[in-house]
């Protein structure tokens, strides 16, 4: 089990203008994404090391995918205002998980233009829109090594910490993994909430230094 990727939903602005605003403050660069067509949205991802990723995502006016839960915690965040939306753990097998939650995962993909396709399954965002200080789980299909966005290009930007303003025995419970510490170099931070609970902010180590988002 470990981070995965935190998502940034952007704001009125747009997708690109937010991207190039939160390229700017790390100066680093991003990778266009695409559509997620089962979900009804698209995306720009800033490759990190640690086999991570910084990703900003907005919604798209697809009908057919207007109940998708992943399509409305993303509108929910962007009609705020935008910004950070959740954080996302990958794990090896998704079973225990999907025996907890009692459902099952649903597949994410999206295609490259050469034709290759990124596949996934994914399980939680309901309890992200319930419980915003939750993350949500993933599982990456077989091409997880060289088509994991952290793969994209060259990666020069590192998380470090997060900061979630919610409550750790809480969190813990839905991890099923009680004290377990992640994978990884990143530090967890919690705060009470004062008001909406939920990823408050991520602290990066980029070129211009330390910076916190």
Not at 93 to 106: C, F, H, K, M, N
């Amino acid at each position: 089990m470990k981070l995965d990727h935190v998502s940034y939903a952007c704001g009125p602005e747009g997708l690109i203008t937010t991207a190039d605003r939160i390229a700017d403050q790390l100066g680093l660069r991003y990778v266009k994404g695409g559509v997620h067509p089962r979900f009804g949205t698209r995306n720009v991802f800033f490759p990190l090391h640690n086999h991570q990723y910084l990703e900003v995502v907005e919604v798209l006016d697809h009908p057919a995918t207007l109940q998708q839960p992943f399509r409305k915690a993303v509108r929910a965040r962007s009609e705020m205002g935008g910004g950070w939306m959740g954080w996302v753990v990958s794990v090896e097998d998704l079973t225990p998980i999907e025996e907890r939650l009692q459902r099952g995962a649903v597949p994410g993909s999206r295609k490259f233009p050469d034709g290759r396709e990124l596949t996934w399954r994914q399980i939680g965002i309901n309890g992200l829109i319930a419980d915003p200080q939750l993350p949500y789980f993933l599982r990456w299909d077989e091409s997880f090594e060289d088509l994991h966005p952290s793969r994209a290009e060259e990666p020069h930007g590192e998380i470090v910490e997060l900061t979630i303003s919610g409550n750790r025995e809480r969190i813990d419970e839905w991890l099923g993994h009680p004290g377990e510490d992640f994978k990884g170099e990143v530090t967890f931070n919690f705060t009470s909430p004062s008001g909406m609970p939920g990823l408050q902010s991520v602290t990066l180590k980029t070129p211009k230094g330390l910076v916190t988002l």
